[in-house]
């Protein structure tokens, strides 16, 4: 992506949420390789936004680093790429990270840090050939924060990604995960946030398609503040030999009056060898909450095939429209990188 493709590309996502808006001007750009010299990471940020190839472990809540398992602890300290990102008070500012080249296995840390009434941004697109890639992103959004993040994960067709991403929220505090997933032999994507302060919420966002590969999908919250709201959803396609495990967990503990979650899990299978699975579940500890969760599996059905058929579509083109159209829910607020990734490789 070059400045100009940069601009123009922030000046279509910067409001396409109501209430948030940035102003766009020109990027600071930072290249970086590491592996192997042809492996690069490329960062184009707003000036108001502080880049460090350094990580402060400290300001990580510990509610964060007790959700990850042993062995992830120690891949937290032989990570090859650290990248840190901090907005200041009041500030708002937009970010895209651009990984690309081919690498040995590669593990990642990313902090993300938003203060007090900031707004945030990030494009996060990977396109590496490397045989495993491990990541580790943590985000702290204070009082009043927006984080907004769209991950595009279009890896090799042998490369098996590990990718834990939290959130931590305080008072008013709003974080939104968006990541679309194809490509990739093996993808593990835990998602989780901790919804600390009163009001806060989350968005949790997983759209995948899948043909010959196997993917594990977690999303999970767990709301401590009162009035805090939650919406976890998990969306795909599974063709040819895919095999697709989306699970969804939220929490409600006993502080957290007024409460709201909302989990919703949606597999299309288009294949006899093809196979995916939902598991929703709730942990409830208070009354005066609301909680609900979803899930459904299907099919496309020959009579919408042949409706379209009679129109003039192909079938192949039939089905691709039916695909699209399923996709079409998680499209309504995405970011156009995200739209592009999913709707663009049917």
Same mark, same amino acid.
């Given at each position: ?225 009162? *009035?805090?709201?939650? $919406? ?10 895919? !095999? @697709? =495990?989306? &699970? %969804? ?54 009579? *919408?095939?042949?409706? $379209? ?10 089905? !691709? @429209? =039916?695909? &699209? %159209? ?21």
């Amino acid at each position: 992506m070059n400045d100009k493709n940069w601009q123009e590309h922030m000046t279509t996502t910067r409001n396409y949420r109501s209430g948030l808006h940035i102003t766009v001007t020109p990027p600071q750009k930072i290249d970086n390789t590491f592996g192997p010299a042809h492996c690069k990471k490329t960062i184009r940020a707003s000036p108001t936004i502080q880049i460090s190839s350094h990580a402060d472990m400290t300001i990580i809540p510990t509610a964060l680093l007790q959700q990850l398992p042993k062995e992830s602890l120690k891949e937290l300290e032989q990570a090859n790429i650290i990248t840190s990102l901090h907005l200041d008070k009041e500030k708002t500012g937009c970010a895209t990270l651009d990984y690309t080249g081919t690498s040995t296995p590669i593990s990642e840390l990313l902090v993300i840090t938003a203060a007090t009434k900031s707004a945030l941004r990030l494009t996060i697109t990977r396109t590496i050939d490397t045989p495993t890639y491990i990541e580790h992103c943590f985000v702290i959004a204070e009082q009043d924060a927006q984080v907004h993040l769209t991950i595009i994960d279009e890896h090799s067709a042998h490369t098996s990604i590990i990718a834990h991403r939290h959130s931590y929220h305080k008072d008013r505090a709003h974080v939104s995960w968006t990541q679309a997933t194809t490509g990739s032999v093996y993808a593990k994507i835990n998602m989780h946030s901790e919804l600390a302060g009163t009001h806060s919420s989350t968005v949790q966002t997983i759209g995948y398609l899948a043909q010959r590969n196997k993917y594990d999908l977690a999303t999970s919250v767990r709301h401590q503040g009162s *009035d805090s709201r939650s $919406l976890l959803r998990t969306r795909g396609i599974c063709q040819e030999h895919a !095999q @697709a =495990l989306s &699970k %969804g967990h939220i929490a409600i503990d006993d502080t957290a009056k007024g409460a709201c979650g909302q989990e919703h899990h949606d597999a299309l299978i288009t294949s006899n060898t093809a196979e995916a699975d939902a598991i929703p579940t709730l942990d409830v500890r208070h009354h005066e909450v609301r909680c609900t969760h979803s899930s459904s599996i299907s099919t496309l059905h020959r009579e *919408d095939i042949y409706y $379209l058929m009679s129109r003039g579509l192909s079938e192949k083109k039939a089905r !691709q @429209a =039916l695909e &699209k %159209g399923f996709l079409q829910p998680l499209f309504t607020t995405a970011a156009p990188a995200f739209i592009k990734a999913l709707g663009g490789t049917l």
